[in-house]
């Protein structure tokens, strides 16, 4: 698993900053960024709306800190993952368990992360996009080592289909946490190797 415990901390304890994210990540995947304003973020964790301004200089720096927290998080429990020993196609499954967890345990997250990129500062999309990139080329490289006869260009095909499977999962309630764990991973894994 990856150092950080959470995606929005950077191997701190949880503290008010993290609180602030949490938070604010709820409001934006319920209301959308522009339907929430700094009060009703101070509200959610107790405080008023001016005292975030000590955690955070803007509405967009909570944005940004978010997404690229989430993105980092990814990145780093990706390539834990991919670095593990173990066939390629352990490392395949070791990788789609893994952002099916994170899909689960953080559904306003990935509702964030998939409505709000246009919303960052440039600085901030930059990074993002970046470190997704980065992310997208560790399962392409575990793809292509289970799947040697996926091209380049499939299987970064393939890993964005998978993404988008298991990124459903905000909108897809309909079983026990389990339960839709192990039906996402089955159908990723599934897919994947469908593909090959």
Known sequence: MPANPTPLVNGEKASRREQILAA??????HHGFHGVGIDDIGAAVGISGPALYRHFRSKDAILG???NSISRYLLDGGTTWANR???PDDTLTGLVAF???FALAHPALITV???NLANLTDADRKQVRALQRQYVEVWVRAIR???PELGE???RSAAHAVFGLINSTPYNRHLGDSE???LLSRLALGALRAAG
């Open 24 to 29: 604010a990540a709820e409001l934006f995947a």
């Open 65 to 67: 800190e978010m997404l």
């Open 85 to 87: 020993p173990g066939t």
């Open 99 to 101: 952002h099916v967890g």
């Open 113 to 115: 992360q998939e409505r």
């Open 145 to 147: 080592e289970a799947m």
């Open 153 to 155: 260009r499939e299987a």
């Open 180 to 182: 839709l764990a192990e």
